[in-house]
Nanobody, 115 residues
């Protein structure tokens, strides 16, 4: 069983920066690929970035060069560094763990990008 708790969301100005954290419980964290997803009002949930247990990363084109996903297996935590956010990045951001036996979702954290 893995439980995920996101933090770090809030209001940020365009061009600023914000770091999201996702703390995971459970011993299998290092074997799980971790992802950040987001869902804006009226839109489907979409993948933003993903990192494997070995550290390989993937980013959706819209955030390449601005967002960075990383993980600290010793702390059972995955991060999403958001630099130069844009108003269109406003959404609820969710952490997801793709583990060998099943997937787990966090509850989400709101990110609002506005002046």
């Amino acid at each position: 069983q893995v439980q995920l708790v996101e933090s770090g969301g809030g209001l940020v100005q365009p061009g600023g920066s914000l770091r999201l954290s996702c703390a995971a419980s459970g011993r299998t964290f290092s074997s799980c690929a971790m992802g950040w997803y987001r869902q804006a009002p009226g839109k489907q949930r979409e993948l933003v970035a993903r990192i494997t247990g070995g550290g390989s990363t993937y980013y959706v084109e819209a955030v390449k060069g601005r967002f960075t996903i990383s993980r600290d297996n010793a702390k059972n935590t995955v991060y999403l560094q958001m630099n130069s956010p844009k108003p269109e990045d406003t959404a609820v951001y969710y952490c997801k763990a793709d583990c060998p036996t099943r997937a787990y979702w966090g509850q989400g954290t709101q990110v609002t990008v506005s002046a």
